[in-house]
């Protein structure tokens, strides 16, 4: 698709507080309601609400008629007790009408049936019906209410992909091959891409291409790749139609959608680059005692997608959910301990869905802040609280986390290992890798920013690369330059194999980091369900449970760790060999947690970062700065105490308490079940690091 460029002013957004609130729906209550809902949002602290994010049928009940009157109200209502607006263009979903006079614009799945009007997002992303629709209501909203005083940001559609991320109906078949041909320009590139030659796949006529339905067997893979790249850039389109307008009526109002955390069918990258401001939906399963962890490596990818800068949560849990098989509440002090975690990763404010917990539809039985029981229910009493809490840390707002390792987040190489059929295996997947390379440096006590595998790394001592399955020549060209000026690489298994067309590089894996890396992958070796291999590191004896490989090192490469069993025992499995500066490690096999943190703990220390040696999964430390006071959350994501030592003094904003400085001072921070701090200490060239005190699950 054409590339865009947007202009590089930054809008900020127009609130003068940490954001605290969530999304607000009057449309289903009475103005009666509405009174006693701004009542209790001012006594809760909230600052901002977004609405009205599904209202387009109340606002426009049929073609060209417009019902202005009830917003109108609830905003200037809200303005005047002083909480800011993230107004919604009101496109999440069409009406009835439209859908009824436009069946063509519904989305078809892979097998080519019609879905059904009935729940949310139902049109095809690339129905230029719907995107003059769209256009048509984005306008109709900007032109109303973007001079209105209370308007904080404007809140494009909602959690894009959610329910339809691809679309394979005749207009996303015609789309596919407007977009194919852009990227190929002819027949010809089309056919020399995708390899057309196996199983007699060669077109010769563009008509023929289809969108990627249910095959006999096995479909292309570089189709299938393409497919990925495609329906992420046709939602991109439709996000930048609402962009255009909100830029031309609006130029001065910033401009964002919501993320879904670690998403795997939209390239958040492409999306971040066309907006002033990322925000995330995040929803942490409360039955997983260890889903903070994969928040943390969420929360990186959101304050990395705009280079470091403040994000938003836009949207949580008070407590459970109503969308997964179990919806299991959040046990008191959770709410406050996983707010405080988005703040501390970067987030300048806490939103919640939603404000009142509806009556009826879908979501009745999705916790709010304020729940069924009013004021009396604990949703509100602990969000209430929380509220208060977080005009104590107005200091931090707009700071920057302090981190000195990256991830390498890579859409491409996700794609590839998990849409394309006929791999070695399936159980070495992107997301799986990273989640456990994440896992590793966060149980260890490092924050990680996410990174394209183009950098900059300029700001980071390690940088990861759990998987780069495909992978170029630019890419490894600037992976060579930050280990030669210095930096810390690590590289995953099954890495550098195929380019971006698919194709196997000449000489196999590593492909264009070969020459970096100082090893060659001959076999992939993955491990068969049930049984398990080992690798000698040092003193440890590290599980292989699905995947190994059968690797050549040069002689300049040192071998740090070797396989201890099965076939490939005795052979090389985790090597370093030093670049430049710096150094170039591979990492062959996929490891059970347990087996990481040895391997881990090597490459931190090794690479000049501490590295915890007592370990507890339930401990988080994040540092934020504005260059002249650093702001250091310790938190406790466990039910049981936990003890941080401190490396400095400091006063703990939530308490006012002053830690270090008196005659009685421990040099540690206790924390109690689901506990928190925040530290504010004169600002240090090294970024602070708290060791554990409590070694109450040193296998963690």
């Known amino acids: 698709m054409t590339q865009h460029r947007d202009d590089e002013r930054i809008r900020e957004v127009r609130i003068d507080a940490l954001a605290y609130g969530g999304d607000y729906n009057p449309d289903q209550w009475s103005e009666e309601t509405w009174h006693e809902d ?128 691809r679309c394979w109906c005749p207009e996303s078949a015609r789309h596919f091959r407007r977009w194919l041909r852009d990227r190929y320009g002819d027949l010809d590139g089309l056919n020399e891409a995708w390899g057309v030659n196996v199983w007699g796949q060669r077109y010769t006529s563009w008509e023929h291409i289809e969108t990627p339905k249910k095959a006999p067997g096995p479909i292309t893979p570089t189709q299938l790749l393409d497919f990925e790249r495609f329906s992420s850039d046709a939602m991109l389109e439709l996000f930048q139609v609402e962009i255009d307008v909100l830029r031309e009526v609006t130029p001065g109002i910033a401009v964002t959608t919501n993320f879904m955390s670690m998403f795997r069918d939209l390239d958040y990258w492409d999306f971040a680059e066309r907006e002033d401001i990322v925000t995330d939906d995040a929803y942490p399963e409360p039955a997983d005692p260890t889903s903070h962890v994969g928040a943390a490596l969420n929360y990186g990818l959101m304050r990395s997608l705009k280079g470091g800068r403040p994000w938003l949560l836009l949207e949580s849990s008070a407590s459970a959910t109503s969308w997964r098989d179990v919806n299991v509440p959040k046990a008191p002090g959770k709410i406050r301990v996983e707010s405080l975690q988005t703040v501390a990763h970067g987030s300048d404010g806490v939103m919640f869905f939603q404000w009142r917990q509806a009556k009826y539809g879908q979501e009745k039985f999705h916790s709010s802040m304020l729940g069924h029981r009013g004021e009396r229910s604990r949703s509100y009493q602990e969000t209430k609280a929380l509220g208060n809490e977080l005009r104590l840390l107005e200091p931090v707002r707009g700071t920057r986390v302090r981190s000195r390792v990256a991830l390498v987040v890579d859409w491409d190489s996700w794609w590839g290992s998990s849409a394309i059929e006929s791999l070695p295996s399936q159980r070495l997947q992107w997301a799986q890798q990273a989640r456990a390379w994440h896992r590793a440096l966060h149980t260890l006590g490092h924050p990680v920013d996410a990174v394209r595998a183009t950098g900059p790394f300029d700001r980071y001592d390690v940088v990861v690369v759990p998987n780069l399955y495909i992978a170029d020549e630019a890419q490894a060209l600037a992976l060579c330059a930050f280990v030669e000026n210095g930096g810390h690489l690590v590289v995953g298994p099954f890495s550098g194999v195929v380019d971006a067309t698919e194709k196997v590089h000449d000489g196999g894996a590593p492909g264009p980091l070969r020459d970096l890396l100082g090893i060659e992958v001959d076999e992939q070796w993955p491990i068969a369900d049930g049984l398990l291999e080992r690798i000698a590191y040092g003193e440890d004896l590290l599980d292989v449970p699905s995947w190994a490989e059968w690797i050549d090192a040069d002689a300049d490469v040192e071998v740090r760790g070797c396989y201890a069993s099965g076939v490939l025992s005795g052979r090389a499995a985790v090597t370093r060999r030093a670049v430049g500066a710096g150094s170039a490690w591979y990492v062959s096999a996929m490891l059970t947690h347990e087996g990481m943190l040895p391997v881990f703990r090597d490459i931190l220390r090794s690479s000049g970062l501490p590295a915890r040696d007592v370990v507890n999964v339930d401990a988080e430390a994040v540092t934020r700065t504005d260059g002249r006071t650093d702001y250091t959350f310790l938190l406790n994501h466990g039910s049981s105490p936990l003890a941080f030592e401190l490396p400095a003094s400091g006063t703990d904003l939530l308490t006012g308490t002053d830690l270090l400085s008196g005659a009685d001072a421990s040099g540690t921070v206790e924390l109690g079940a689901y506990g928190a701090a925040v530290i504010a200490s004169p600002h240090a060239e090294a970024i602070p690091f708290l060791s554990l005190t409590d070694p109450t699950d040193p296998t963690e």
């Not at 387009?56 to 009940?61: G, M, T, V, Y």
């Not at 109108?72 to 303005?79: E, F, K, M, T, V």
Request: charged share 20%.
């Open 38 to 165: 701004i009542r209790l949002m001012k006594e809760a602290g909230v600052t901002m609400v977004s609405l009205p994010i599904f209202s387009w049928p109340q606002l426009e009940p049929e073609p060209g008629v417009y019902d202005w009157g009830w917003l109108d109200r609830i905003i200037d209502l809200l303005h005047e007790a002083g909480i800011r607006i993230d107004l919604a263009t009101a496109t999440a979903t069409p009406p009835s009408w439209l859908l009824r006079a436009h069946p063509e614009m519904g989305p078809s799945d892979s097998e080519g049936h019609r879905l059904e009007f009935g729940s949310r997002q139902t049109y095809c992303p690339s129905s230029p019906i719907w995107r003059e629709n769209v256009a048509r209501m984005t306008r109709a909203m900007a032109e109303r209410y973007g001079e209105h005083p209370g308007l904080a940001m404007w809140h494009i559609s909602n959690e894009y992909g959610d329910h339809v991320s």
